[in-house]
């Protein structure tokens, strides 16, 4: 489905997940960006002392998910594993 945007640009929706943009930044919990991985094909390989590390099975390098469920994923860190998924 892609991502679609809101006429109001206060929210996103991707596939059945809403994801709300405050001040031109994603907001997002730990436990939707895990569920959003694992349908782009990451795949837990590994858990690590306070991450959960996934591997793909067509691109190089791992992904490193923390396990903060409810908590929400700061900007940076939420930029960064953006590109690393591929959405």
């Known amino acids: 489905m ?7 640009k206060s ?4 596939s059945n ?5 405050y001040c031109d930044t994603w907001a997002m919990k ?5 569920r959003i991985a694992e349908e782009y094909g990451w795949r ?4 690590g002392a ?3 590390i996934y591997r793909h099975p067509d691109r190089k390098g791992i992904l ?10 700061k900007t940076g860190t939420f930029n960064k594993l ?3 998924i591929g959405f």
């Open 2 to 8: 892609g991502c679609v945007k809101f006429a109001e």
């Open 11 to 14: 929210s996103w929706i991707y």
């Open 17 to 21: 997940y809403v994801i709300y943009l």
């Open 30 to 34: 730990w436990s939707e960006l895990r």
């Open 44 to 47: 837990k390989w590994r858990s």
């Open 50 to 52: 306070n991450h959960d």
């Open 64 to 73: 490193q998910i923390s396990r903060h469920g409810s908590e929400e994923v």
């Open 82 to 84: 953006k590109k690393q």
